[in-house]
């Protein structure tokens, strides 16, 4: 990637305004699609559950602006915010487990419209080893550790729990630097290796809480007389 992966901003933000970041994103394209040329931070706010003060100090970190009692120019902070997400820079990554969840990220070929392409997917099951998914070809997982010069420093990790510490251990001795894990399982790692959890069972735990939450909270509210 060379000189490109410059433009991947080494600047430590702060991981809740990171995450808020594609949802102003998104935001933006639909605006942009209304054909909206400004929009205020309050606007921002208000569709996004987010204070505006916070707007204002998480886009700051892009380098833009808004203008008193104008806002926002919509093309050029979309502009700003995929080039400071990386979204505008391909990189490429290998994923590791092709069941269920893995054939659904291979076939997500959105992925690339914020800067990430699968270019390789290794599994252990002869079932699926050799065969295509997405466009993509699956290949025994020694294939990985065979070829030392494969130049890919992310990996998806998607197998099942029982094998996702071993697989870790082993993507990042042969190179990966950085682990998307998607498995249940917490995944530690040594010094100069990135790993984002990602974990859908956790969120839904989350939803069912609250789910149960609000309907204990129904079913003790007192009748109406």
Not at 74 to 95: H, K, T
Not at 156 to 168: F, G
């Amino acid at each position: 990637m060379g000189e490109e992966n410059v433009k991947k901003k080494n600047a430590l933000v702060p991981e809740p305004a990171l995450r808020r970041m594609p949802c102003y994103l998104a935001y933006l394209k639909l605006e942009h699609r209304k054909g909206s040329q400004y929009v205020s931070s309050t606007l921002i706010a208000r569709d996004n559950g987010v204070d505006p003060t916070q707007v204002t100090k998480d886009l700051s970190y892009t380098g833009i602006s808004g203008k008193t009692r104008v806002g926002y120019e919509v093309e050029p902070l979309i502009d700003a915010l995929e080039d400071f997400l990386g979204f505008r820079v391909m990189d490429e990554a290998y994923l590791f487990g092709a069941g269920s969840l893995g054939t659904a990220l291979l076939h997500d070929h959105g992925l690339v419209q914020y800067g990430l392409k699968i270019v390789g997917a290794f599994d252990v099951n002869p079932l699926v080893i050799g065969h295509s998914i997405g466009g993509i070809s699956i290949a025994h997982i020694d294939e990985f550790v065979k070829n030392k010069d494969h130049g890919i420093k992310i990996g998806i990790l998607t197998t099942p729990v029982a094998n996702a510490r071993e697989v870790a251990n082993m993507m990042v001795a042969n190179g990966i630097k950085a682990i998307w894990n998607f498995t249940p399982v917490r995944i530690t790692s040594p010094e100069g290796v990135v790993v984002q959890n990602t974990s859908l069972y956790a969120h839904l735990a989350v939803m069912f809480n609250r789910l149960n939450a609000a309907g204990s909270d129904d079913s003790v509210a007192p009748a109406k007389k």
